[in-house]
């Protein structure tokens, strides 16, 4: 016995067969992590598990006068693999926000480090928002 069907029914297939590997793919949770002071930022977060950075904000009560805000992986493979993620000259800035292309792999053991002297002592709140 033959069926028949229709072009509608082939293009609504066609659109389901493309659409259901969005569907399927991994959703990840959105976690973050919030400091705030006044003092040098030395953030530091090491994870048990694999995650990946999404995004770092930073706010300050007053625009800083110097120094550089850096973002850097120190890598559980040794100093070889360290690496610096972002830099800022701070002069001026009152808000920083980085959000890289994709977001950034580290593994188990693997340290991200938010560094800032604050030699102006302004008030800030920091967030790290990532992805397990």
Known sequence: MRHKISIAALLLL?????VSPLQSMERKETYFSRVTGSGAIAYTRTSPQKYQITEVRLHLDGAATQETLT???DSTGGATYDSILYSVAMAG????V???????????GDILKVDW????AATYGLEVLYEY
């Open 14 to 18: 066609g659109t389901l067969l493309l």
């Open 71 to 73: 973002i850097s992986i």
């Open 93 to 96: 800035n009152t808000d920083v």
């Open 98 to 108: 980085w959000r890289p292309d994709q977001p950034v792999p580290l593994y188990k």
């Open 117 to 120: 002297t604050n030699t102006d």
